[in-house]
């Protein structure tokens, strides 16, 4: 599908397609309230619970649900995306509304587990349903305002989520989380999709779910981002254990100081999603090779940063190569992926960054206590530009016979 509209920015773009318009603005909600959701749990076990165990036990519950990524995506593959995600955010306030009740340790893991695994079936629907509803030219600004609304979850969604607890308490932070996604529903409930053919014999979710991972294996685009996106991920992420420890007792940093870093990242990832919706740029790979070297970077620097204000702006550096490689591989799979196959690999990609960020998690620590903040922060940019350096050739060869291809349907076509 081509646009025959002039590329006008992505307020054009939402202006003209409103079905996208209410896609982001649900995902907008989802995604502010997710945030917030996870600050008001932390705050609320680290009060009553008090103990780093039981705050990380949440962090576990939220990353083993998300390893089902290749499953999920092949649930998305098979039904109709609108109503999974209705369904998604129906469950999540649900849920939420739940766990506004403040119940037991256990009973609150249980619950965040069940809503990270809609969340699970969530995040491919949503990219997989995004190629349906623009042109062909429309699509990098399309993901770059998906992935802007993703990083309110890490911008906004935490800032909210602190203010509705100091103000009101967790409960009553949990509880308008839980409105949001009752919100974010009916806002997709008005999301035009046509369900495709229903197939007359189709193999079972578990068959599905192996050729998806079959094919991911044999196409060079999905194989790269799999495998890259698990080591950027599994080295970049051990920062997020040392980033505390690096402006308190390296930097001399106070509690506002760690505040403003941590913020710093999720709003470089922001800006760069809006950078990318104005000037989507015309080369993905690009976009996603360029995320990884500023990720890397910025994490190397941010090691031999001198004063706390130089390691915020680091960070914001660093946070704006992860909205970079956000959007470039997103764009990526739907450029290189067949429709049929769109939730899998979306999936299987997600999986691929959870899993090293729960790698980084598991062994973080450990990694910390044997070296220092500043040796954490190298070695993590020095693992992302190693996983640059196997996605380049790899990206660049697809790319290129992407342009072949295109070229020569224009030229079958008489474009």
Not at 40 to 69: C, K, M, N, Y
Not at 99 to 111: D, E, I, Q, R
Not at 384 to 404: C, K, N, Y
Request: glycine share 14%; net charge positive.
């Amino acid at each position: 599908m081509r646009s025959d509209r002039a590329h006008s920015g992505p307020i054009g773009l939402l202006r003209r397609r409103p079905g996208l318009r209410n896609l982001i603005a649900a995902l907008s909600l989802s995604y502010i309230g997710n945030g917030a959701g996870l600050v008001a749990l932390v705050l609320h076990v680290q009060s009553t619970e008090g103990t780093g165990i039981a705050v990380g036990a949440l962090f576990v519950a939220q990353t083993v649900p998300r390893l089902l990524g290749p499953m999920a995506g092949a649930v998305a593959d098979r039904v109709d995306l609108r109503r999974l995600m209705v369904a998604c955010d129906a469950g999540g306030a649900v849920l939420f509304a739940f766990l506004a009740a403040l119940p037991s340790l256990g009973v609150t893991l249980a619950l965040w587990a069940a809503a990270n695994l809609l969340q699970a079936a969530y995040s491919p629907a949503r990219s997989s349903l995004i190629a349906g509803l623009v042109a062909d030219d429309e699509v990098p600004t399309a993901y770059a305002l998906e992935n802007t609304a993703f990083n309110l979850q890490v911008a906004i969604g935490p800032v909210i989520g602190g203010a509705l607890v100091a103000a009101a308490g967790a409960g009553w932070a949990l509880g308008v989380d839980a409105i949001t996604f009752a919100v974010a529903a009916a806002l997709i409930a008005r999301v035009p999709f046509r369900k495709p053919p229903t197939e007359p014999e189709r193999p079972g979710l578990i068959a599905e779910t192996r050729a998806g991972l079959a094919y991911a294996a044999r196409n060079p685009v999905a194989r790269t981002l799999t495998i890259t996106l698990a080591i950027a991920v599994g080295f970049l992420a051990v920062d997020n254990v040392a980033l505390p420890f690096l402006i308190r007792d390296t930097l001399n940093g106070g509690p506002a100081a760690y505040g403003l870093a941590s913020g710093a990242f999720g709003i470089g990832m922001l800006a760069a999603s809006v950078a990318l919706a104005f000037r989507p740029g015309r080369s993905a790979a690009a976009i996603y090779l360029g995320g990884l070297a500023a990720s890397g970077a910025g994490s190397i620097a941010t090691g031999f940063a001198p004063t706390v204000a130089a390691a915020v702006a680091l960070q914001a550096g660093t946070g704006v190569g992860n909205g970079l490689d956000n959007v470039g591989s997103n764009t990526l799979v739907q450029r290189h992926v067949p429709a049929a196959m769109l939730g899998r690999i979306f999936g299987l990609v997600g999986t691929a960054a959870y899993a090293g960020s729960g790698a980084a998690a598991l062994l973080g620590g450990l990694y910390l206590d044997l070296t220092s903040p500043r040796t954490v922060f190298i070695t993590g940019g020095i693992g992302a530009l190693a996983a640059l350096a196997l996605a380049v050739g790899p990206l660049r060869r697809s790319e290129a016979v992407g342009r072949i291809a295109g070229d020569t349907e224009q030229e079958v076509r008489g474009d």
